[in-house]
């Protein structure tokens, strides 16, 4: 029979005792008795305390791990404990001084390290914060836009084209458009620069156009032999010789009236009241036509009167239908000699009726006012 080297308790031939659970040493057999020696007395064993197991708490820092006892053991705080069988090792946690070691983070005094790089931000003070991330931005900023390069250069050849003629006009025009559409689809600067040389190409090409329609007459109007004209008068005296014999070889009918002015030979006119009756009761005498400003000149210097200036007249045509207007203003003076009813001349005088207006070379229309009265007298062609 062994006995339990822990408690004291008797086995009955099992491996471990079922009264604390120790491994119970194994039992040998009986051997031949053999006459005893005599032994010196052994020393008493110092007496150790017995480790008084106990029930474990984790939660206070610095108390080793402590078993609970075993069921049915009493409980004791001084006497003898019996050795471990020979070979037998006691377990780690029964081992006095050897109890359940808490780990670092639970140790009095020791707080959680935390590794240097992992997203603690320590605030003076006030120990490690909790977990920070970094907040990552999402704005992008956009990219710069370019200045579209055709565009500046159509632009700079638009101004080359001002002091040259127009000679690079024609390319700054086409540098100017493509540049403006790529920038347009690219979403680039320089559309205003593109646009501007656009325009300044195309008025310098609308220029060079009527400069070259023109050269002949331009060439006249800067000849030394072109005495007692102005520039204008040279420019437009072709057209203004073409639109008076026009009118001299028209019969005219006033639209408001119903008279009729006829123009004939040797600057002669009649003028009828009624166009009906072309035999009686009509004005005679002479006739002149003049035009641009040479018919603002006569105006200003014959019929004073009147309040006009050449000044004033250029203005009034400018405002009314624009610089082109000149060549179309018109002064119709026409020399009163007699009226004749039934054939008999009642006014034995002489007078001058002057009307000033536009003539239309288009529509071959007469718009004139007459100075005396401020009455306005549209003539049409006689059919």
């Known amino acids: 029979m062994s006995v339990c080297p822990n408690c004291g308790a008797a086995g009955n031939?099992?491996?471990?005792?079922?009264?604390?659970?120790?491994?119970?040493?194994?039992?040998?057999?009986?051997?031949?008795?053999?006459?005893?020696?005599?032994?010196?007395?052994?020393?008493?064993?110092?007496?150790?305390?017995?480790?008084?197991?106990?029930?474990?708490?984790?939660?206070?820092?610095?108390?080793?791990?402590?078993?609970?006892?075993?069921?049915g053991y009493a409980q004791q705080t001084n006497g003898y404990q019996p050795a471990p069988a020979p070979g037998y090792a006691q377990p780690g946690w029964q081992q006095p001084n050897q109890g359940y070691q808490q780990p670092d983070y639970m140790q009095q005094g020791m707080g959680y390290q935390p590794q240097p790089g992992m997203g603690y931000q320590q605030q003076p003070g006030m120990g490690?914060?909790?977990?920070?991330?970094?907040?990552?931005?999402?704005?992008?900023?956009?990219?710069?836009?370019?200045?579209?390069?055709?565009?500046?250069a159509g632009f700079i050849l638009g101004l080359v084209g001002i002091f040259t003629f127009a000679i690079p006009s024609f390319i700054g025009f086409i540098v100017s458009l493509i540049g403006v559409i790529v920038a347009f689809v690219k979403k680039q600067k320089g559309k205003v620069l593109g646009i501007i040389g656009m325009v300044l190409s195309l008025l310098m090409m609308v220029g060079m156009i009527l400069f070259m329609a023109n050269a002949d007459k331009i060439?006249?109007?800067?000849?030394?032999?072109?005495?007692?004209?102005?520039?204008?008068?040279?420019?437009?005296?072709?057209?203004?010789?073409?639109?008076?014999?026009?009118?001299?070889?028209?019969?005219?009918?006033?639209?408001?009236?119903?008279?009729?002015?006829?123009?004939?030979?040797?600057?002669?006119?009649?003028?009828?009241?009624?166009?009906?009756?072309?035999?009686?009761n009509y004005y005679t005498g002479t006739y002149e036509i003049y035009f641009g400003y040479e018919a603002m000149d006569v105006i200003e210097q014959r019929y004073a009167q009147y309040g006009y200036t050449s000044d004033s007249l250029c203005?009034?045509?400018?405002?009314?239908?624009?610089?082109?207007?000149?060549k179309d203003f018109m002064v119709l003076v026409i020399h009163n000699d007699g009226?004749?009813?039934?054939g008999v001349n009642t006014i034995d005088l002489k007078w001058d009726n002057v009307y000033m207006g536009y003539?239309?070379?288009?529509?071959?229309?007469?718009?004139?006012?007459?100075?005396?009265?401020?009455?306005n007298y549209k003539f049409i062609p006689h059919s």
């Open 13 to 71: 031939g099992e491996k471990f005792c079922v009264n604390c659970g120790t491994l119970l040493p194994v039992e040998e057999q009986a051997q031949p008795v053999r006459q005893a020696q005599p032994q010196p007395a052994p020393a008493p064993a110092p007496s150790q305390p017995q480790a008084i197991p106990v029930q474990p708490v984790y939660d206070q820092p610095g108390q080793a791990y402590q078993p609970a006892p075993a069921p």
């Open 315 to 326: 203005d009034k045509v400018e405002g009314e239908r624009g610089v082109s207007g000149v």
């Open 219 to 280: 060439s006249e109007a800067l000849d030394s032999n072109a005495e007692g004209q102005s520039f204008e008068e040279m420019l437009f005296n072709d057209s203004y010789e073409g639109k008076i014999e026009i009118i001299s070889e028209t019969e005219w009918l006033e639209k408001n009236s119903g008279s009729c002015l006829i123009f004939e030979a040797d600057d002669n006119f009649k003028y009828y009241q009624d166009y009906r009756d072309l035999t009686n």
């Open 128 to 152: 490690y914060q909790g977990y920070q991330p970094q907040m990552q931005s999402s704005y992008v900023p956009e990219p710069k836009k370019s200045t579209n390069g055709a565009c500046i």
């Open 339 to 342: 009226c004749w009813i039934d």
């Open 359 to 375: 003539y239309d070379a288009n529509k071959n229309t007469m718009d004139l006012e007459f100075l005396e009265s401020g009455l």
